[in-house]
C-alpha cells in the first residue's frame, strides 16, 4: 500500500465517481467498499468509503456529506501522452455537468478539478530557448483545452 493516499469528499456521490474515474483510465479498478452501520452517521447499509486506483494510485473516496465541497486548490494533474487523450479525457471529464477552465484545467460532474495536461506542453515550456519557453506559455494561458498544434505553432513562430 502507497504511504500517502487522497482522500476525497463526496456529498452521497463517491461509488458513482469512483466508478465514473476507473472507467477512464487503464490500470484502475474498484479495490474496495466500506458500508455504514448502524453507528452513522450515514444510512446504514450505504456506502461510506470507496477505496479505488486509478492508474495505479490509490484514492480513497467518503461519502461525507454537503459540509464540505472542492474546490481548485486542490487538483488532479494527468500526464496525457499525446492529443487524443487530451481530448478523449476533456470530453469524458466535462460531460454532464462538467466545466472546461483556463490552462487546461476542467472540474468534472462532481466538483473535483483536473489539469489535463499533454506532455508535449511539458517539453516546450521547459525550452532551453526563452523565447520558445515563453511563447509556450503565452499560447497555454490563452487555453481552455490545451491543442498541442497550436502551442507548437506559437513556439516555431518564436524561434
Known amino acids: ?35 455504514y452501520g448502524e453507528a452513522g452517521p450515514g444510512t446504514p447499509g450505504s456506502v461510506m468509503i ?5 492508474a495505479g494510485q490509490r484514492f480513497l473516496a467518503l461519502n461525507g456529506g454537503p459540509e464540505f ?39 468534472d460532474r462532481y466538483g473535483v478539478s483536473w489539469q489535463i495536461v499533454p506532455r508535449r506542453l511539458e517539453e516546450l515550456i521547459a525550452d532551453s530557448d526563452p523565447a520558445r519557453s515563453q511563447a509556450a506559455v503565452k499560447a497555454m494561458l490563452g487555453m481552455g483545452k490545451i491543442v498541442v498544434k497550436e502551442v507548437e505553432d506559437a513556439v516555431a513562430q518564436a524561434g
Open 1 to 35: 500500500m502507497q504511504k500517502i493516499t487522497t482522500f476525497l469528499w463526496y456529498d452521497g456521490k463517491a461509488e458513482e465517481a469512483a466508478a465514473f474515474y476507473t472507467s477512464l483510465f487503464d490500470d484502475s479498478r474498484i479495490v474496495s467498499e466500506q458500508r
Open 50 to 54: 470507496v477505496e479505488f486506483e486509478l
Open 69 to 107: 465541497t472542492f474546490n481548485e486548490a486542490m487538483s488532479l494533474s494527468v500526464d496525457c501522452e499525446d492529443q487524443d487523450e487530451v481530448d478523449r479525457l476533456w470530453a469524458a471529464l466535462t460531460e454532464g455537468g462538467g466545466e472546461p477552465g483556463p490552462c487546461g484545467w476542467l472540474k
